[in-house]
């Protein structure tokens, strides 16, 4: 077990990571900062003492991981927010009401969009035919439902790529809502179903579009279970590895596009440099934002915080359209594309925002 206050108390306070800080820059409040989420997290986890202010600074983080990125004491400041939450759950104060539905949406419906689950496959451009294999395809509830471009083209490109994979007809939800709200027990439940059904039908690589679920089977999963016996993979990696040997199968498509790297692809993974080279292949011509790839701007939506904070959203996700220089910004991340397109659209900021595999698409031959 880590122990986080020794983590806390290596703080140098030397500030790095304010500056870089989405929800202190969008706030200005010392509490929705690295520093005073430590601070926080200080005399929660060391004194047991928490107020409502307390509560909503650990739910209001993205997790964005901008602040350890600068840390010069590797302080993991969204592993103690998450700690932190789990311990609010402990003592009866949280998750936070809209939290509560999201879950009881999860575990009675099977996704985290409240979305009708006969419904489910209806973003399919083809008839579901079961299919074994040992890949499984794994759309996501917000693939599924809202941002359907990111599970249709993913879909598409893998099988025109020659991709082998199956789909459940029933896939449900990966839990990660249940996880980041801090119900870390009823989240273990939940994976544990996953991992028996992924076991039971010889599952032993998923292939996600959804940079959330990529995350939760990923880390989350590892975490909660002990470990895990089937590779996770997002689908910029898979179409990244069919793609390198023939970048000539792509017709050059000439747009003006910027690249925002997602928090979980782009910082937590590092991959930064492929889907670059995926649009340059395409024949786009790649913009950059002032701050970029492991330094890119959080879009606001990450961690759960979007369903409870949606101004604050709203409000970090208008701050990075405003820097993006083209009208085009692509991302490799349903939760990005949902929230920056809804941003764009509401505030009327001329931006479109378009799921990478969808550029793909267009560009095959
Ligand atoms: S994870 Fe992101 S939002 Fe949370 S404290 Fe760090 S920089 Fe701020
Ligand atoms: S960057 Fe790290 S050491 Fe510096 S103030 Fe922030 S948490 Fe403390």
Redo the contacts with the bound molecule.
Sequence with gaps: MINWIEQINRCIECDE?MG?????RATGEYRF??RG?LESAKRLLAEDILDESMIESFYN????????QVCPEGIE??KI?AASRNRIVEKGRGPLEPHKKIIAGILEKGNSVNGDPSKRLDWMPEPFKPHESETLFYAGCLPSYLVKDSAVYSYLTLKRLGVDFMMLEDEGCCGTYIYESGEVEKAKDYFLKNTERFKALGIKKLILPCNGCFKCFKYFYPEVLGSIDFEVLHVVEVLYDRLKGQPDILRKVDREITYHDSCRLGRAEGITEEPREILEWCGASVKELPENRGNTP?CGSGGGIRSVFKDLSFDIAKDLLNKTPTEELVSPCPFCTFNLSYTAKKGALGKNVTYISKIIWESLK
């Design positions: 990571c870089v800080c989405p929800t202190y900062s690295p989420r983080c993205p997790k964005c991981m901008a602040c350890e400041t969204s927010v959080c």
